[in-house]
């Protein structure tokens, strides 16, 4: 899950990128409305955390107003000092925030109430992920196979997470690095090929029911394994 922070305190935008990023969010920072449009308009988000006190021309409110102004859906969560202000949390729930939380907050309850935002738009399709004998749950961090329980490293769950809400559907190898790295990590040229690697093996040998193709110059799809004909 890919999340904008915007926020311009360095001290608390370091916190929530390393805090939720051992939590297995990818958090990309901007510090003002400017760096954030660029941000949106380069990479498909998840979610979006605000800080209502953003400096320069546009604040916080103004930036949310202009965003749903062009229809996004994206869901945004206000991080603010003025969170104790019941005027400042009305404003920005009636411009378009999905929540509000004051600072200073707790770390686990910011990544909860992500998690709860972040599971408003599959609601059709429950809490669990599910394909074959393969159940996840991605809020849990949870992953079974069969029945039994397997762990897998945060950026082999991230593409399997990517892949079973796209059953079927090819995911282009662009979109997967979107939704797993932020801007200035240093990303090998063969890590999807490598990660994508490692995941088959470990699927194989809990011998789950589904299979992960390639689809040359597209990308990857996953796909229930029916088995043989019989």
């Known amino acids: 899950m890919r999340v904008l922070c915007i926020e311009d305190e360095q001290i608390a935008a370091e916190l929530v990128k390393e805090g939720l990023g051992s939590l297995g969010f990818v958090i ?4 003002d409305a400017e760096e954030a449009e660029a941000a949106l308009a380069a990479v498909s988000y998840d979610a979006i955390i605000l800080d209502l006190g953003l400096p320069g021309r546009v604040d916080g409110l103004t930036f949310l107003k202009r965003l749903r102004a062009t229809k996004s859906v994206l869901p945004v969560l206000i991080l603010s000092r003025r969170g104790s202000e019941v005027q400042s949390r009305t404003a920005g729930l ?8 004051a600072k200073p907050f707790d770390l686990d309850e910011l990544a909860a109430r992500l998690r709860a935002l972040l599971r408003r738009p599959a609601a059709l399709m429950g809490p669990q992920l599910v394909c074959g004998n393969v159940v996840m749950r991605p809020d849990e961090m949870a992953l079974e196979v069969g029945g039994q329980t397997l762990e897998l490293p945060r950026r082999e769950f991230g593409i399997l997470a990517h892949l079973l809400r796209n059953v079927g559907r090819p995911i282009p190898k662009s979109s997967i690095l979107d939704k797993l790295y932020a801007f200035g990590e240093e990303i090998a040229s063969n890590s999807i090929e490598v990660q994508m690697h490692h995941l088959r093996k470990r699927l194989a040998a809990m011998g789950a029911t589904i299979r992960i193709e390639t689809q040359r110059g597209i990308g990857y799809v996953l796909m229930k394994d029916e088995g043989p004909p019989g």
């Open 94 to 101: 009636n411009a378009g925030a999905d929540d509000f939380l």
């Open 28 to 31: 990309d920072n901007a510090t």
